[in-house]
């Protein structure tokens, strides 16, 4: 078994993934609000594209596999991915049908592309892992300049809900809970902004510093995340 070192969020981030899925659709259950199953849905198929990802990455050297679960990661990525513009139109322009049926149209656009992109280069350049001197594995993606930037304007839809999680943040009176939501807003803002200026910057196919900027981000929120979750206030002897 092996761990590719380049690709150690995918291990640190499918537990809050996860968790952040199906407390989503649980609040969803209790609450029937629409964001809350769109953050859930997010959640869930973004757990499911780290398992694509991560689990033949950790137990196979085969490039045809490789390959075919790199592509099933991005289908299920670009699945959550939606799933999250959803969560925007919802907040943004649930009153305002045409801006949300351009929205909706420029979306599954920007899906079908993204495919089409995964399929076409993962097909004519596959997937390799490759041992580095130092002991470590790394796996090596055929990313394209056109296959970034159009993953980067589906991040946008990162950006644009961490704001609004921000605008709403400061109506709750309850300190944990507010806590909780800087805590998911700083989340989405800093994986939104990374794969938002990963095109422009002078070697985009370059993972060292995305993996270790990612991995410590996930870390260090998803603790402090389960720590409001688990601290429980002292009540008061009256």
């Known amino acids: 078994m ?9 291990y640190i981030g499918f537990p809050i993934v996860l968790f952040i899925g199906v407390r989503g659709i649980l609040e969803y259950r209790k609450d029937g609000s629409k964001l809350n199953k769109y953050i859930g849905l ?3 198929f973004y757990s499911l594209c780290f398992l694509a990802y991560g689990v033949p990455a950790a137990i196979s050297e085969n490039s045809r596999l490789l390959s075919a679960s790199t592509i099933l990661g991005d289908v299920l990525q670009f699945i959550a991915l939606f799933f999250m513009w959803l969560a925007v139109v919802r907040v943004y322009a649930a009153k305002k049908p045409f801006l949300r049926g351009v929205i909706l149209t420029l979306v599954t656009l920007l899906f079908i592309v993204s495919v089409y992109l995964s399929v076409a280069t993962v097909s004519s350049s596959p997937v390799t892992i490759t041992q580095l001197p130092s002991g470590y594995w790394n796996i090596n993606f055929p990313f394209s300049g056109l296959y970034s930037l159009v993953t980067a304007l589906q991040y946008f839809s990162f950006l644009l809900l961490s704001a609004y999680f921000v605008s709403q943040a400061r109506f709750s009176n309850d300190k944990l809970k507010k806590a909780r939501i800087y805590a ?4 989405l803002f800093l994986v939104g902004a990374l794969y938002v200026v990963t095109p422009f910057l002078s070697s985009p196919n370059n993972f060292e510093w995305k993996t270790v900027f990612l991995a410590i981000s996930l870390l260090a929120i998803g603790i402090f995340i389960a720590a409001t979750l688990l601290f429980k206030p002292k009540k008061r002897i009256s």
């Open 2 to 10: 092996h761990l590719p070192i380049n690709t150690i969020h995918w």
């Open 184 to 187: 998911i807003s700083a989340l």
């Open 42 to 44: 997010t959640g869930l």
